[in-house]
């Protein structure tokens, strides 16, 4: 956790179909996890954004106090050591549900996030470049707990030229 403020705001808003379609799908993957007998937390971001500044770079996401604090406790205690990302694209926006998991402790964050992939190419080279993405689960004074991942490819829209 750190408190170091993001410079970059978020520029693009899902539409309200495509972000209530990843809502949903995390509803019904989460379900699905506490079927299996998964504790699990469904965090319900406001923004979204991809950020490339001197403090983060990475994905941000901005919480709900009460959920944002409801992490903190759980990533106290857990070590999240695996992620499963699924991935949608409608136009530009880039949709993630992203399920972070410790596998010991069948423990399971889920956190939905998107990002414009239009306005971001100098921001997804970064990470590309990187080999890392970070992901910033961060209430509204810049409290953050974050996700370092090595495996960027499910995080990021294909290449045009790859």
Not at 41 to 53: I, K
Not at 120 to 147: H, M, P, Q, W
């Amino acid at each position: 956790m750190n408190d170091n403020p993001a410079s970059d705001g978020p520029t693009n808003q899902p539409t309200e179909q495509g972000w209530q379609a990843v809502v949903d799908d995390m509803a019904a993957t989460a379900e699905a996890y506490r079927d299996r007998g998964w504790t699990t937390l469904e965090l319900h971001p406001g923004d979204s954004v991809l950020v490339d500044s001197e403090f983060r770079t990475g994905l941000d996401v901005l919480l709900p106090g009460d959920e944002y604090e409801d992490l903190e406790a759980l990533a106290e205690d857990t070590a999240f050591t695996d992620v499963d990302v699924f991935q949608a694209a409608a136009n530009s926006t880039t949709y993630l549900l992203v399920v972070e998991k410790d596998p010991d402790s069948e423990t399971a964050v889920f956190v939905p996030a998107y990002y414009d992939s239009a306005t971001s190419a100098e921001k997804l080279d970064t990470i590309r470049a990187n080999g890392e993405v970070r992901l910033f689960c961060r209430r509204l004074n810049d409290d953050y707990v974050e996700f370092v991942h090595e495996n960027v490819d499910p995080f990021l829209p294909e290449q045009p030229d790859a």
